[in-house]
């Protein structure tokens, strides 16, 4: 299990010494690392008793058009690009932020898929 508190070492060096032990909210998990491929989702247990969807692939995607006000479900071809990562573009990952080409042409995910389990994006102009 992951683990999100301090690191032990200061700035300038100097060994941290911890005045407790971990806990349980401080526990992270494995990022999701959402690809192209048939739909797949997981939902997680949080803390308080809430659930989160967690997407593990995608190939749709909810894409709205600025001009004309609608959005349209459409077919994700491929990554574009990701600002993320460098690395993600070649390994086709969607996260928010990453320009993606679909029929109706080069959209940007404004959703985040790892949390929220849906593929949300705005058409870019041409």
Avoid at 56 to 61: C, I
Avoid at 80 to 97: E, F, P, Q, V
Wanted: proline fraction near 4%; charged fraction near 30%; aromatic fraction near 2%.
């Amino acid at each position: 299990m992951r683990w999100q508190g301090k690191i032990g070492r200061k700035p300038t060096g100097g060994k941290l010494i911890p005045a407790r032990g971990k806990r349980k909210h401080e526990t992270g998990r494995e990022q999701s690392d959402t690809i192209i491929a048939a739909v797949r989702t997981k939902k997680i247990a949080t803390l308080g008793g809430n659930q989160k969807m967690r997407m593990l692939r995608g190939n749709m995607a909810t894409v709205a058009d600025p001009k004309t006000g609608k959005s349209k479900t459409v077919k994700i071809e491929t990554v574009r690009d990701n600002k993320a990562n460098l690395h993600y573009m070649r390994r086709s990952i969607l996260t928010k932020g990453a320009i993606i080409k679909t029929e109706l042409g080069d959209a940007k995910i404004t959703s985040r898929p790892g949390q929220d389990g849906v593929i949300n994006a705005i058409l870019l102009p041409q």
